[in-house]
């Protein structure tokens, strides 16, 4: 069974600071992996994709892709209040489907 | 903008009544996604299209079925909502099975 985890939260940070967020994949063979955003009662928004070790920058989000230890994460700096939303983790194992996570929920406080 | 609309935005539905969902997308993509979401999930896959290849989950009930008359349009259709299907509906495509998704904004679906 492949899976994806992550830490359901909620995750509460101040604003400005940086929110940390992790997801871990079962699929050693995974190719690529994607981030999204989902407000309350939303659809999920792209943030990022990223298909190679290291990290890939986009503003104020960092991608961060480790395929040895199986781990992908999503640096959020200068958190905002409009940053508050649901950041759902999907990977693509190279079958025909996407693997999600059941999302971490982000507070920023203002 | 190239975009996926889908309609309608809420839909209410009484047990049994049979629903149908629309999907359209201007993006050209190869492939058609149906997802369903409940309230603190992931989304669930349904259903998806590769062109005109049809390919249904393994656990997708047999009250869910799917059209896609063109390249453009994908219908979900529910013969007979349950309660249980109550739910966000979600249409996704991607140029191929490897590409990033892009989501239209949802059916709110409510069964009375």
């Known amino acids: 069974q492949k899976e994806v985890e992550q830490n359901s939260g909620p995750l509460s940070v101040p604003e400005g600071a940086i929110a940390s967020l992790n997801c871990t994949y079962s699929?050693?063979?995974?190719?690529?992996f994607f981030w999204y955003r989902q407000y309350s009662g939303k659809s999920p928004e792209l943030i990022m994709s990223?298909?190679?070790?290291g990290d890939k920058e986009d503003g104020r989000f960092t991608a961060q892709l480790n395929k040895a230890s199986q781990y992908v994460s999503l640096l959020i700096r200068d958190s905002q209040p409009s940053d508050s939303a649901t950041y759902l983790c999907?990977?693509?194992?190279?079958?025909?489907?996407?693997?999600f996570g059941t999302g971490t929920r982000l507070k920023v406080l203002a | 903008d190239a975009m996926v609309i889908q309609n309608p935005r809420y839909q209410v539905t009484q047990f049994g009544k049979p629903v149908t969902l629309s999907c359209s997308q201007t993006?050209?993509?190869?492939?058609m996604y149906w997802y369903q979401q409940k309230s603190s999930q992931a989304p669930k896959l349904l259903f998806h299209?590769?062109?005109?290849?049809?390919?249904n989950e393994a656990d997708t009930p047999d009250n869910f079925q799917s059209r896609r008359p063109n390249t453009s349009f994908c219908f979900l259709d529910i013969r007979s909502p349950g309660l249980g299907d109550a739910a966000m509906y979600l249409c996704?495509?991607?140029?191929?099975?490897?590409?990033?998704?892009?989501f239209g904004p949802g059916t709110r679906l409510t069964v009375l």
């Open positions: 993006l050209n993509h190869n492939v």
């Open positions: 996704a495509t991607s140029r191929s099975k490897a590409d990033t998704q892009y």
């Open positions: 990223i298909y190679s070790n």
């Open positions: 999907a990977v693509y194992p190279g079958t025909y489907k996407y693997i």
């Open positions: 299209y590769y062109d005109k290849d049809f390919n």
């Open positions: 699929d050693r063979g995974s190719q690529s």
